[in-house]
T-cell receptor
Framework: EAQVTQNPRYLITVTGKKLTVTCSQN?????MSWYRQDPGLGLRQIYY???????DKGDVPEGYKVSRKEKRNFPLILESPSPNQTSLYFC???????????FGSGTRLTVV | SQQGEEDPQALSIQEGENATMNCSYK?????LQWYRQNSGRGLVHLIL?????REKHSGRLRVTLDTSKKSSSLLITASRAADTASYFC???????????FGKGTLLTVNP
C-alpha cells in the first residue's frame, strides 16, 4: 500500500531534549515536506526537499533541522525543543512539488 | 504566508444536500488543489485543477476555478455523514516549490 509513515504518533517531551520524528514513503517520490498545524494558523511549511541531499526552508524553519540522505526518508529534528513547538506535525510526499501530496497520519508533539 | 482563504469557516448541512465551499487566493498560481482532513488525521488529496482549466469533476466532487477572480469552489453533491471533515484549498505557484494551504472549512453533515 502506498503510504507515508510517520513515527511516533504521539510524543510528550521536556524542553531542551533533542528528538527526531521519522518520516518514510514507499512511492519513490522525489518531493517531501514537513508541515505543522496549529489552531487558527492552519498548515505551515517547515522544510521541504526536492530530492536526495536537496533541502530548503519553508515558512517556519526556526528550531528545526531536516536531512535527506535517502530518497524514502525525511526525518525532522528538533535539537532543543521549546513549548512553542507543541503542535501537530505532518510529513507529506509527492511525485513532484506541484502534484498532489500524500500525507502521513501526523505526530502530535507536546513540549513541557 | 497563507495564500488560499476558504469561505465559510464552518458549514452545517443535512445529509443529501449539496455543500459548496469557496477559496480565494492572492497571487498567480500554477494549480489549485483541494484536500480533506478528518479530525486530527492526515490530509487526503481530493482533486487538482490547473490554471488553464475551468472545471473538473471527480465522483460527487465538482471544482471550478476562475483565475480572473482568483477564486475556486468545491461542490460536494448528495452529501453523506461520512463527508464530515475539514476541507482545505492549497495553491501551487510554481516558483517557490511549495503548496500553500488555507485555514479550511469545517463541514458537518447531519444524518
Amino acid at each position: 500500500e502506498a503510504q507515508v509513515t510517520q513515527n511516533p504518533r504521539y510524543l510528550i517531551t521536556v524542553t531542551g531534549k533533542k528528538l527526531t520524528v521519522t518520516c518514510s514513503q514507499n512511492m519513490n517520490h522525489e518531493y517531501m515536506s514537513w508541515y505543522r498545524q496549529d489552531p487558527g494558523l492552519g498548515l505551515r511549511q517547515i522544510y521541504y526537499s526536492m530530492n536526495v541531499e536537496v533541502t530548503d526552508k519553508g515558512d517556519v524553519p526556526e528550531g528545526y533541522k531536516v536531512s535527506r540522505k535517502e530518497k524514502r526518508n525525511f526525518p525532522l529534528i528538533l535539537e532543543s525543543p521549546s513549548p512553542n513547538q507543541t503542535s501537530l506535525y505532518f510529513c507529506a510526499s509527492s511525485y513532484s512539488a506541484g502534484y498532489g501530496y500524500t500525507f502521513g497520519s501526523g505526530t502530535r508533539l507536546t513540549v513541557v | 504566508s497563507q495564500q488560499g482563504e476558504e469561505d465559510p469557516q464552518a458549514l452545517s448541512i443535512q445529509e443529501g444536500e449539496n455543500a459548496t465551499m469557496n477559496c480565494s487566493y492572492k497571487t498567480s498560481i500554477n494549480n489549485l488543489q483541494w484536500y480533506r482532513q478528518n479530525s486530527g488525521r492526515g490530509l487526503v488529496h481530493l482533486i487538482l485543477i490547473r490554471s488553464n482549466e475551468r472545471e473538473k469533476h471527480s465522483g460527487r466532487l465538482r471544482v471550478t476555478l476562475d483565475t480572473s477572480k482568483k477564486s475556486s469552489s468545491l461542490l460536494i453533491t448528495a452529501s453523506r455523514a461520512a463527508d464530515t471533515a475539514s476541507y482545505f484549498c492549497a495553491t501551487f505557484g510554481g516558483s517557490n516549490y511549495k503548496l500553500t494551504f488555507g485555514k479550511g472549512t469545517l463541514l458537518t453533515v447531519n444524518p
